[in-house]
């Protein structure tokens, strides 16, 4: 219905523009552009070894668990397009985050900082700051995510949903329309007064890996799937609701937007499959 309503070649046409886009737009519009283009390569060479291999171990590990969440698989898991799908989402990070990278370069002064009291921060101030962002994180996800459930933009977000019982090589399969939208925000960083301290930044970045890769891993860890909601965050058990029901369970990082919004739903178990649609 979704591809009838709104062309999926339109947003395939969009999704290779934007891939070919962020590093036009780099190469054209940076000051120095083999620094940006040297800052691009380094990044992408470095994000997609990071996350493809993160992925591989974990999903080393999950795919020999028992029980999966979603039952024993009836044919082998489609790694090969999951990773694909994902390196072409690191390739969109890296045109981003090649921006602050090149900056920092070239000696230009930008919010990204080592040192705390580079931020001016006392420990008290760096955490109420770290916590707000994490809300912010968590909104600007949740509300992509419900964006991207509608009608006019699911076309960007089907590709994920074809990973119905996906592994941990799915954390980041989304098109590169999305994962320009999810990322954009660490262009943030490129203004001097958006102060970021790199301890933090890096550690939260990490822990969104790390909390990604275990939603998608397709098994349950009882000790997490205790702990982690206790921190508002979501679980294994909970995003495989949204691979399978789609309708519910927006939030990529914490369940406050879902609890809220009352898209959250704990009676649903993971359902037979059906076809992946979209849902306002
Ligand atoms: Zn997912
Ligand atoms: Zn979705």
């Not at 609890?259 to 178990?269: E, N, V």
Request: net charge positive.
């Amino acid at each position: 219905m979704t591809t009838r309503a709104q062309p999926f070649r339109v947003h395939r046409l969009i999704d290779r523009t934007v891939l070919v886009g962020v590093v036009a737009i780099g190469v054209l519009a940076s000051p120095a552009p083999w620094v940006w283009l040297t800052s691009f390569a380094g990044t992408f060479v470095a994000l997609a070894s990071a996350v493809l291999g993160l992925a591989y171990v974990v999903t080393r590990w999950a795919e020999g668990r028992s029980p999966r969440i979603q039952g024993p698989r009836r044919k082998p898991p489609p790694i090969r397009e999951e990773a694909f799908i994902t390196a072409q989402a690191m390739w969109v990070m890296a045109g981003l985050v090649a921006w602050p990278i090149t900056a920092a370069r070239l000696g230009a002064s930008t919010g990204f900082t080592w040192s705390l009291e580079g931020t001016g921060w006392s420990i008290p101030e760096a955490i109420a700051v770290n916590v707000a962002g994490v809300f912010a994180v968590d909104a600007w996800t949740y509300w992509k995510h419900r964006a991207l459930h509608t009608k006019l933009l699911f076309g960007f977000h089907r590709g994920h949903h074809t990973f119905r019982d996906p592994t941990a090589f799915a954390s980041f399969a989304v098109g590169p329309f999305e994962a320009l939208w999810t990322f954009l925000p660490v262009l943030i960083v490129l203004h001097p007064a958006a102060l970021h301290w790199g301890p933090a930044y890096v550690t939260l970045v990490v822990g969104f890996v790390c909390l990604n890769m275990y939603l998608h891993c397709g098994v349950e860890v009882r000790w997490l799937e205790a702990i982690v909601p206790k921190l508002g965050l979501n679980t294994s058990a909970f995003h495989n609701v949204h691979h399978s029901h789609v309708r519910a369970n927006f939030g990529e990082v914490a369940f406050l937007w879902d609890r809220l919004c009352k898209t959250r739903r704990d009676d649903l178990q993971v359902a037979p499959a059906e076809a992946a649609e979209p849902s306002a």
